[in-house]
């Protein structure tokens, strides 16, 4: 028993402590019974009176309990410096927190006796009122005034663990003893905790745990407690001399935020004592309300008989006051003492044991096991120190035999006392962890007997079975699983333990508790964090939209919506919030049953889950009756959306924020199963349980409702609260807070045509928001974030090596935090003429090193053209795909009429020249090594923070990559579901990072500067003292520093790994980042030429600098196998690793298949989880690379017997005895080679086209071909028929034969397929070597006898085109063929093809080969040589057959141009109205097709003259490619054909002609009925602008995918006087004479007669 009161022991003391069992009482005897007992609960007697109604009767006058109240209203948070308040809001604050404690409003001097300025003047000496300027006016405010102790008492601060468990053990040493008087000073009083004191309601009170444990009282862990000297000036316990008295101790957790508890040593020491007295100082009363933390209360004699002399200005570590502490115990249940660590050699199944009984006893602080001291029977133990140098790892692989069915939480420090080592096992509380640890398998040794099925555990000082019989049994089970009542740790929201070895077993901080019910608006907002705090979605029942300001709930930034109102449209939420949201955010409605866009931080999903009223087959309820559906029955139905809806969300959280769920009760409680299941499974699928918030405004009206509210509340524990709050109110405070924080948008304008400016919506801003940051005409972001503090903020992070926000530039201009560059004006220029000049698309590349303001001259280019033209810097990875930027894009192009100038950043490690610049960086090495102090850790192991800077710098040095500031949750000691913030991080790693402001997420974070992460990556992977760096340059790590490489790799996998949805397929944003760094070859190396590229290295940059020796590489395999073994759901990882097992494995060739198998297997499951769902972009392009990758396992395999290019030799001869056997071999794997890089091009997502993609297959077609070749050139008589012929195996010779016109059609359609700058140099050799494999035996293939099929013709085809290739470089064309019996030969096997197909189908041809065949087929029929003439309409009956059996763009595209024929007519005949209808609806159906093609505006036919002076002749129409390709993009050239050739067309160009870049011309059809709108540039013909609307054109017509007409060549006709009449004469520009339409009269095109301006 302790009391307090006066400096003697008196039964008339203040209050009393009470220390018994595990629990703390605090008895205030004037009172009559306040007492804090088993669960931090107070309760006050009736007998007891408010403050106003007695100064006295609780031990402290009426002034104290006032100055505590200010007190815990000045410093809720426990700061050692809390900031001042403005004394009119502390007195505000004052009256709030009164009248809500008393239910009553009582002015300031009603409550303390005096006016409450009087009031802290008469308390000066704690409180000082200051002035403070404030925007130029002086402002009172109060501050806390920390007084020092006179004399020679002296304070000790320290930390005195939380009792939270109820459990009692019969065990002494749960007793405080102490010898030793001390003060106890509590300071900062929250309002909950002064409720009950200052109550007025005279009834029991009730303060519960959580109601202690709010935000105002720190909750940390015993071994974060840290002994240090107080500095501080202001603080009393500064100046110690008295030898005497006790040092100052301060303890504080990660946090930053600290609490004490003051002991300050009596010169009196009462000893022997039964009960330990503690003294309580009269001076100090109490300021601090029940001051108590985490910990065990056994350890209470913290040596306080330590002199000054030895602490003074020392800093102990944790570890050592730790140490300090237990060896001041004795042995007990949460203790044990080995005298040395050989234990663990001679009997670990001992230790094994004690491990396991503590952990598997339910206990609320951490027990320990101390290595190296024998224990006493007091604590005088023996300090012996250890023997052996073991390691955490060490003692944790004890756990990987089978004597137990998990491993429990436990941590091995080693701690250097007296000279000696030390070891300290930490054994973590186990509650809510799942399972106890149970004995797998009998072990019999000399100290212990085990038996299987034992549950064993240690309720005092030794380890005891649990029977099944005992009912202590239960209590263990309920303890694991969470459910102890006592504010405990979800079991969801704490990490659980593996049973396999991990370093990362740190102690996470437990989630505060705090009450789980409330009924105030205050509590409302607490529980949602004010909005301000993770990310927010809605669950909603059906909420009538007749509630006054529910529209308030559109105003809070949800990332989701889960309506189940059917009416919600018409009459419910989404009809009160639908246009308030569509003007902040991006809104998404949808369905359960169809797929969304994705989930993003600035848009907002809405999904129906019960189907909208509208989209009847989206309902699952009765139509017809509208009758709510059976729980079971809706699940059945929605099963298979609803699990892509929840993984969507899941996906999107994990790794990233922390998830609240609003629940707005529904009034209708026959819809409250259905919530609950999908709360639940949205719930299951969240790799940590998110947070839930029941708003419920009505009681309830059901049991069955009460029971799921029940049933809900034990299911989600700590993580539900329940709000008891009015609809109305609730949405009217949501709407006052969200205002507040909301910016108000300025007006948005965009520079458009005719140098004006076009206001773009509010709806379409969030739109484009979503993907890029759009430079708006004037600033977007509100005038708040134009504070000089916030400025200042965002320069310190822009030097530091961060990006600006687009916002600076807004406030500042260009200049203030830039340098205008060299390349700048050279930069502009150009961007200048492609603007204006040339109208044509262009890619304008900078390449820079990282660091070095790439990212900062690309925002000032945009900055100097924001004024003039669209800008928009894209964000990186989004949700959208390719396709949706690029319509977000064409929108912004459509709005404006002008080019649009796109930033786009795209990290690729261009590694040019650094190595002669970055040595020049000399103090970068010593500014890292002064803020990572690797000297100073206690032990070799990496501090916390010193990890999560090594894997920050490993992503950025690696992946030029972020990271979630999430991920760090674990290592920075927080609970899973705190939202963490960069704030949240140490000094030194705020040091050293930035945010990474261009993502497409929020809260990621990087290293600051490349140079600096590898820096960082140096130090901590190289520790030898003055070792050597690479002399070359400082652009790779040193030799030593690789060789640790590997080790850091896989902890940082292990971590990572541990993020990951409960029971998704995968992932995806750690395995991107892991892809992103493990994974990507995309760094390159630059010379002064861009041109000059090296072979894309074989692994990633990081897999290469793991020190690893051939031929097994083994440590950069470990790397890959984490990967696999960490996500084995992944098949990207899978696949990998199978091609590392074929490119850097000796005879791994089956490993690697069994890898790409598995991979591909995986791939199969996730597709056909999906069913009706589309395959994403993600997954496409996985399947891309894992087919391509497998089919380059057989290419490899392949290529040992034949080599890789004509010269190469084969790794393994063949003996002509085996040439048929091995041939069928290498067909047998070429055949399934071919299929996996066919399958790879039809999973490729559009805009990821590769030429790779294609030459793949051509290879290993061509190096069968070659391995036959070779064999001809053995026996010179054999020809290749022979050869082919004499080939036994059918499929192996059809295989061969088909090959060469397989690889002629191959070839050109990866031409047609790629723009020409991605079609690399790999191309140019595959056609290389398919001419000199062919050319010279052109006779031989052109006599082959065939069976007459379609592979057969094409061969021919290939054949003859083969005889007029001219040089071995380049592919022979129809173009190029010089004799019209072979251009007619072609003719007739085309065809011959066609009757073949419509007889027999496609399944021999297939329909990419078949389209081949038509587009050839059209430019044979063309061909200056070809005799026939065939009419336009014999030319269609084809066409529509080619359309009705592949359906492609092009087909359509030709239907259109020949219909377009047809309906243009001739000067001999009218064109066909019908027809020319007909092409206006195909034009249109083809431009939504346009974004699949390549090229889509360049220009593929021509209108020609009448051919053969037959306007119905298909030769009128000229085809585009007999151009250059280059003259394609320059529309400013003329167009270079033969004039006599392409017709030239009139028209008029339509009004009102305003528009530089998009223009239209009425196109001459004489008596047509039907318009025809030919596309124009106005800008480029040099006819912008209104005063040309109405003129009369001539123009060159082409015919385009993308506009369908289009005119080139455009001119103002000339206009003629005709000299025997008044007539004007239209003269085309190719015309010298024309006859007048009046008189007949010839008029000549000269000078003298033109009547044109």
């Not at 520790?1023 to 070359?1032: C, E, Y």
Request: aromatic residues 8%; contains cysteine.
């Amino acid at each position: 028993m302790a009391t307090g009161g006066s400096d003697e022991v008196s039964h008339n003391a203040a209050f009393e402590m009470d220390i018994s069992g595990s629990a703390l009482h605090i008895y205030f005897n004037q009172c009559q019974g306040i007492q804090v007992g088993p669960n931090n609960q107070m309760v006050m007697e009736e007998a007891k009176k408010g403050l106003n109604q007695g100064p006295k009767e609780i031990g402290m006058t009426k002034n104290d309990m006032v100055v505590a109240m200010l007190k815990s209203i000045l410093n809720p948070k426990l700061q050692e410096c809390p900031p001042p308040m403005p004394l009119r809001t502390l007195e505000e604050k004052f009256r709030d927190t009164f009248a809500k404690l008393n239910s009553s409003s009582m002015s300031f001097k009603d409550i303390a006796g005096l006016p409450f300025r009087q009031f802290l003047e008469k308390n000066k000496d704690h409180f000082n009122i200051q002035k403070k300027k404030n925007k130029g006016a002086n402002t009172e405010v109060v501050r806390i005034v920390y007084r020092k102790v006179k004399g020679k008492q002296q304070n000790l601060q320290v930390s005195i663990p939380m009792l939270q468990s109820d459990k009692v053990c019969d065990d002494d040493s749960m007793k405080l003893e102490s010898t030793v008087g001390m003060d106890l000073v509590m300071e900062g009083w929250s309002d909950a905790k002064m409720e009950s004191v200052l109550s007025k309601d005279t009834k029991v009170q009730s303060l519960r745990e959580e109601d202690i444990l709010s935000d105002s009282t720190p909750y940390f862990s015993c071994e974060e407690e840290e002994a240090m000297v107080n500095d501080d000036e202001d603080d009393c316990c500064s100046g110690l001399s008295d030898p005497q008295s006790s040092p100052v101790i301060e303890q504080s957790d990660n946090s930053g935020e600290w609490k004490t508890v003051t002991k300050a040593r009596k010169k009196d020491v009462v000893e022997n004592q039964s009960e330990s007295s503690v003294q309580i100082s009269k001076e100090n009363r109490i300021r601090c309300y029940s001051e108590v933390v985490k910990g065990q209360a056994n350890i209470e004699k913290m040596n306080l008989e330590t002199s000054v002399s030895e602490l003074s200005g020392q800093k102990k570590s944790k570890d050592v006051c730790l140490f300090e502490g237990l060896i001041n115990q004795t042995e007990g249940r949460d203790l044990i003492f080995y005298p040395d660590d050989e234990i663990c050699q001679s009997n670990p199944c001992k230790l094994l044991l004690d491990i396991v009984s503590m952990w598997n006893t339910p206990n609320r602080f951490r027990s320990h096991i101390v290595l190296g001291v024998t224990s006493g029977i007091t604590p005088s133990h023996r300090l012996n120190g250890l023997k052996l140098n073991l390691k955490d790892k060490d003692y944790q692989q004890l756990f990987k035999g089978n004597e137990f069915t998990s491993r429990p939480l436990f941590h091995y420090t080693e701690v250097s006392y007296n000279k000696k080592s030390f070891g300290i096992i930490e054994v973590q509380s186990s509650n809510g962890y799942g399972q106890p640890s149970i004995v797998k398998s009998s072990k019999e040794t000399a100290e212990v007997s085990l038996q299987a099925e034992q549950l064993w555990y240690r309720p005092c000082n030794e380890n005891r079975v649990c029977k099944a019989t005992d009912p202590y049994m239960m209590s263990v089970y309920q303890w694991f699983i969470g459910q102890d009542g006592k504010g405990m740790r979800s079991f969801s929201t704490a990490h659980k333990p593996d049973t396999g070895n991990s370093n990362f077993e740190t102690d996470i901080e437990e989630s505060i508790p705090v009450k789980r019910e409330g009924k105030t608006i205050t509590y409302f907002m607490d529980c949602v964090g004010k909005f301000k705090n993770g990310h927010y979605i809605l669950i909603s029942g059906d909420v009538p939209g007749a509630t006054k300001h529910l529209e308030g709930l559109a105003h809070v930034p949800w990332i989701a919506v889960y309506d189940f109102d059917i009416n919600s449209r018409d009459k419910g939420l989404l009809c009160a919030c639908q246009d308030v949201i569509e003007k902040k955010r991006f809104l998404s409605i949808t369905t359960w049953n169809r797929p969304s866009g994705g989930i993003s931080d600035s848009g907002t999903l809405w999904c129906f889950m019960r189907g909208a009223r509208d989209i009847s087959d989206t309902r699952t309820d009765n139509q017809s009756k509208e009758k709510v559906e059976d729980v079971k029955n809706w699940y059945t139905k929605v099963k298979h959306g609803l699990d892509g809806h929840c993984r969507q969300l899941a996906r999107f959280v994990e790794g990233y924020t922390v998830l609240t769920a609003v629940v707005l009760w529904t009034q209708d409680e026959r819809l409250i199963p259905i919530m609950q299941k999908f709360i639940d499974l949205l719930d299951n699928q969240m790799e940590f349980s998110m947070n839930i918030v029941v708003c419920i405004s009505q009681s309830l009206k059901t049991k069955k409702a009460g029971s799921i509210h029940n049933y809900m509340k034990a299911m989600h524990e700590n993580n539900l609260f329940t709000c008891w709050v009015d609809l109305e109110k609730m949405c009217l405070a949501v709407l006052n807070e969200r205002s507040i924080c909301e910016e108000e948008h300025m007006k948005l304008q965009l520079p458009a045509e005719g140098n004006q400016y076009i206001d773009i919506n509010e709806k379409d801003a969030v739109w484009l928001r979503e993907d890029m940051h759009v430079l708006y005409y004037k600033s977007e972001f509100a005038k708040t974030k134009c504070d000089v503090s916030v400025l200042d903020e965002e320069a310190d992070k822009f030097y530091k090596g961060g990006t600006l926000h687009w916002f600076a530039w807004y406030s500042c201009g260009m200049g203030h935090f830039d340098i205008e560059r060299d390349l700048l004006r050279e930069i502009a220029k150009k961007i200048k003429y492609l603007t204006t000049e040339s109208c044509r698309a262009a890619v304008i590349k900078i390449l820079h090193a990282p660091g070095s303001g790439g990212t900062t001259l690309g925002q000032r280019i945009l900055w100097t053209f924001h004024e003039q033209i669209p800008c928009v810097h894209l964000k990186l990875h989004t949700a959208s795909t390719v396709q949706d930027v690029i319509s977000k894009i064409e929108f912004i192009h459509e709005q404006t009429h002008l080019p649009v100038l796109v930033l786009i950043e795209v990290h690729y490690l261009y590694e040019f020249g650094m190595p002669t610049y970055l040595h020049e960086f000399k103090g970068i090495r010593s500014y890292v090594k002064g803020y990572l102090q690797l000297e100073d850790n206690p032990t070799k192991e990496l501090l916390p923070w010193q990890k999560i800077l090594g894997f920050l710098s490993l992503a950025y040095y690696y992946g030029q990559t972020s990271l979630s500031c999430q991920i760090f949750a674990a290592l920075l000691n927080k609970p899973a579901n705190y939202c963490i913030s960069l704030d949240d991080f140490p000094h030194p790693v705020q040091q050293f990072v930035v945010p990474d402001t261009n993502e497409g997420r929020t809260k990621l974070i990087r290293i600051c500067h490349y140079c600096i992460a590898q820096e960082i990556l140096e130090q901590l992977l190289n520790r030898i003292p003055n070792s050597k760096r690479n002399v070359t340059g400082c652009s790779e790590l040193s030799t030593n520093a690789r060789q640790n490489l590997e080790k850091f790799c896989l902890d940082f996998i292990e971590y990572v790994s541990r993020k990951r949805t409960k029971t998704s397929v995968q992932s995806n944003t750690i395995i991107h980042i892991l892809t992103r760094i493990f994974i990507y070859r995309d760094n390159r190396d630059m010379g002064e030429n861009e041109e000059q590229h090296r072979k894309k290295p074989k692994l990633s940059k990081l897999m290469i600098d793991i020190a690893s020796k051939p031929p097994l590489f083994t440590e950069r395999l470990h790397v890959l196998e984490k990967l696999t073994t960490s996500f084995p759901e992944d098949p990207n990882f899978h696949a990998h690793l199978g091609r590392f097992y074929s490119y850097c494995r000796p005879d791994g060739e089956v490993e690697a298949e069994k890898c790409f198998q598995k991979a591909l297997s995986l791939s199969e499951e996730i597709q056909n989880a999906k069913q009706d769902e589309e395959v994403d972009e993600r997954m496409s392009l996985t399947l891309m690379h894992i087919y391509h990758m497998y089919g380059m396992i057989y290419q490899k395999r392949i290529a040992k017997f034949t080599g890789r290019s004509p010269k190469e030799k084969p790794e393994v001869k063949t003996e002509d005895t085996r040439f048929q056997e091995q041939l069928k071999e290498l067909v047998s794997d070429a055949d399934r080679a071919c299929s996996l890089f066919r399958q790879s091009r039809e999973n490729t997502p559009i805009g990821h086209e590769s030429c790779l993609a294609y030459t793949g297959e051509l290879q290993v077609r061509l190096q069968i071909c070659d391995f036959v070749h070779r064999f001809c050139k053995r026996d010179p008589e054999d020809n290749l028929q022979n050869i082919i012929e004499a080939i036994e195996d059918d499929s192996t010779r059809e295989f061969i034969s088909t090959s060469i016109s397989v690889i002629d059609n191959l070839i050109l359609e990866c031409f047609d397929s790629l723009e020409p700058g991605e079609i690399d140099h790999s191309l140019h050799q595959v056609i290389t070597w398919y001419n000199y494999l062919f050319k010279p035996r052109v006779k031989f293939l052109e006599k082959m006898q065939c069976e007459e099929d379609v592979f057969s013709r094409r061969l021919k085809i290939a054949a003859k085109k083969l005889k007029y290739s001219t040089k071995n470089e380049s592919l022979a064309v129809l173009e190029s063929i010089t004799s019209p019996e072979d251009i007619a030969d072609i003719v007739h096997l085309f065809e011959e093809n066609f009757k073949h197909v419509t007889t027999f189908g496609l399944q021999a041809s297939g329909k990419k080969g078949l389209e081949q065949d038509y587009r050839e087929w059209l430019l044979a029929i063309r061909h200056e040589l070809f005799a026939k003439d065939y009419d336009v309409e014999e030319v269609l009956l084809h066409v529509q057959q080619w359309n009705e059996l592949v359906s492609s763009p092009l087909s359509k595209f030709y239907l259109f141009v020949l219909k377009s024929l047809l309906g243009f007519g001739s000067c001999d005949s009218h064109g066909s109205t019908a027809n020319l209808v007909d092409a206006q609806i195909l034009k249109e159906e083809m431009m939504k097709m346009s974004r699949y093609i390549i090229r889509p505006r360049h220009p593929r036919e021509w209108l020609g003259k009448n051919g053969n002076g037959n306007g119905k002749s298909i030769k009128q129409l000229i085809p585009g490619n007999r151009f250059h390709v280059a003259w394609i993009e320059d529309r400013d050239r003329e167009v270079k054909v033969p004039l006599q050739d392409v017709k030239i067309c009139k028209g008029t160009i339509c009004p009102p002609n305003k528009k530089k870049l998009s223009g239209f011309i009425d196109l001459d059809l004489g008596d047509s009925t039907v318009p025809v709108k030919v596309f124009f540039i106005p800008h480029v013909a040099k006819l912008e602008g209104s005063r040309f609307a109405g003129h009369r054109v001539e123009f060159q017509l082409g015919f385009s995918i993308e506009h369908g007409y289009e005119a080139f060549n455009v001119k103002q006709l000339g206009k003629y006087g005709c000299s025997q009449c008044t007539a004007k004469v239209e003269i085309l520009s190719m015309e010298d004479t024309v006859k007048c339409s009046n008189c007949r009269t010839p008029v000549h095109r000269t000078e003298l007669n033109s009547t044109s301006d």
